[in-house]
Structures are given as C-alpha cells and as structure tokens.
C-alpha cells in the first residue's frame, strides 16, 4: 500500500530551525512531485512549498520564501522540508503529500497523504 511518513516536527523557539523528512513507500518515486502543506488550529490546509519528480521545479508561497527549502533524495524515496527562522505562524500540522506528475498547489491535486508531524514555535 501506499504510505508517506512524517517525522521530525517538535517544540521550538521562534528564530531556530527544524528539518521534516517525509518517506514514501508503494510509487514509483521519481514519478511524483511530492506537496509539504499545513494546517493551524482554525484554518484550512494550505501549500508551503512542492517539488517535482527530478527535483527541478519548485512551487514557494511567498510567506516561506527565503526561509525554508524543499529537497529530495530519490535514492531514499524521501524529501525534506527545511525550516529556518521559524516563527509562531509557522505553529502546524505539516504534511507531505504526493501527486502524480506536476506540482500542483492545491489541496485536491493531491492524492496521497501522509498522517502529519506537529510543529510548534513558541516565543
């Protein structure tokens, strides 16, 4: 079966930095382009950054421009989110999700999902 796995959020002052891996299982990796989005208590799921299948075209919201940085790791079935500078903002439930084919930026251009790492910034 399919699975995407999150791990790496946690507990973290405000200004420091955290790396999510994200590992799939059950696609052909290098065929899909791999979402990261959030969630914050009382708002909609919504993109922080994707990447396509050979890592060569990215998508970045402008509120995570300049602070974190997406990178996979096809040999590894895995991708990374890393997060410097953090704010309280940045306070949610990060998932990765996998789409066949292009990045999308939406929500329902996704397919598969993995169950989500809490990221907490505290000041």
């Known amino acids: 079966q399919v699975q995407l796995v999150e791990s790496g959020g946690g507990l973290v002052q405000a200004g420091s930095s955290l790396r999510l891996s994200c590992v799939a299982s059950?696609?052909?990796?290098?065929?899909?382009?791999i979402g990261w989005f959030r969630q914050a208590p009382e708002k909609e799921r919504e993109l922080v950054v994707a990447i396509s299948g050979s890592g060569d075209s990215t998508s970045y919201p402008e509120p995570v421009k300049g602070r974190f940085t997406i990178s996979r790791d096809n040999a590894k079935n895995t991708v990374y989110l890393q997060m410097n500078s953090l704010k309280i903002e940045d306070t949610a439930v990060y998932y990765c999700?996998?789409?066949?084919?292009?990045?999308?930026?939406?929500?329902?251009?996704?397919?598969?999902w993995g169950q989500g790492t809490q990221v907490t910034v505290s000041s």
């Open positions: 999700a996998a789409r066949y084919g292009n990045v999308g930026t939406r929500r329902q251009d996704y397919s598969y």
């Open positions: 059950g696609i052909p990796f290098r065929q899909f382009s």
